[in-house]
């Protein structure tokens, strides 16, 4: 038998703490800039659907993206003058949202083995070099259920006030959840991160 349900996230409230520039004028929002998606055994339009989506989800949630054009001649200049890092550490990472004039950075990642496709997201404070706020979920091969789970992780990171939980209790049997197996210990335990709508 199937079980569907549906919520509707909570109200965003997005509080900013920033000192104001001198002559009292307004403080600008930190601009993020997303760096090219890591995903060796994704194809390009899949690879663009989930760049794509991080971008509208930040553009409805009130986070300022530096353009993509600029983020990747930036990351080109920067290796041109010498940057030569690789994009998987987290300073190299932190380096090119300096170079490239971001104050935060959003870094994604997919990892495919045999589970599947795994989607791992990381907000960065650039100039600091820290790690704010790090999801991953193992993605649904069926592509409905894959655009959900997708934004769920996307939210997760940029407004997790959106998100909702779901407390789940299951006895025998194999549980799924937009269709993902769960492991015996998610049987009994609070699932966080989860898109507004409907959800198996």
Same mark, same amino acid.
């Not at 996230?9 to 600008?28: D, K, M, T, Y």
């Not at 070099?129 to 091969?141: D, F, N, Q, S, W």
């Given at each position: 038998?199937?079980?569907?349900?549906?919520?509707?996230?909570?109200?965003?409230?997005?509080?900013?703490?920033?000192?104001?520039?001198?002559?009292?004028?307004?403080?600008?929002?930190?601009?993020?800039?997303?760096?090219?998606?890591?995903?060796?055994?994704?194809?390009?339009?899949?690879?663009?659907?989930?760049?794509?989506?991080?971008? /509208?989800? &930040?553009? +409805?949630?009130?986070?300022?993206?530096?353009?993509?054009? #600029?983020?990747?001649?930036?990351?080109?200049?920067?290796?041109?003058?010498?940057?030569?890092?690789?994009?998987?550490?987290?300073?190299?990472? /932190?380096?090119?949202?300096?170079? @490239?004039?971001?104050?935060?950075?959003?870094?994604?990642?997919?990892?495919?083995?045999?589970?599947? #496709?795994?989607?791992?997201?990381?907000?960065?404070?650039?100039?600091?070099?820290?790690?704010?706020? +790090?999801?991953?979920?193992?993605?649904?091969?069926?592509? #409905?259920?894959?655009?959900?789970? @997708?934004?769920?992780?996307?939210?997760?990171?940029?407004?997790?006030?959106?998100?909702?939980?779901?407390?789940? +209790?299951?006895?025998?049997?194999?549980?799924?959840?937009?269709?993902?197996?769960?492991?015996? &210990?998610?049987?009994?335990?609070?699932?966080?991160?989860?898109?507004?709508?409907?959800?198996?």
């Amino acid at each position: 038998h199937g079980v569907r349900m549906s919520f509707v996230g909570r109200a965003l409230v997005i509080a900013a703490i920033a000192s104001l520039p001198a002559q009292g004028a307004p403080a600008e929002a930190p601009t993020a800039a997303v760096l090219p998606l890591m995903a060796p055994d994704l194809l390009e339009p899949q690879k663009r659907a989930i760049t794509e989506r991080i971008r /509208a989800l &930040a553009a +409805e949630n009130g986070v300022v993206l530096q353009p993509a054009a #600029d983020t990747l001649k930036g990351i080109e200049q920067a290796k041109k003058a010498g940057a030569g890092c690789s994009l998987e550490s987290l300073a190299c990472q /932190a380096q090119m949202g300096v170079l @490239v004039g971001a104050t935060l950075v959003i870094v994604a990642r997919v990892a495919s083995d045999l589970a599947g #496709d795994r989607l791992e997201l990381r907000l960065l404070d650039a100039l600091r070099g820290t790690t704010i706020r +790090e999801v991953a979920r193992l993605l649904p091969k069926e592509a #409905d259920l894959r655009e959900r789970v @997708v934004d769920g992780v996307i939210l997760s990171l940029l407004a997790p006030q959106k998100t909702g939980s779901l407390d789940l +209790e299951a006895g025998e049997g194999a549980l799924l959840l937009d269709g993902v197996a769960l492991d015996a &210990a998610a049987a009994r335990a609070r699932i966080e991160g989860l898109a507004p709508g409907p959800h198996d």
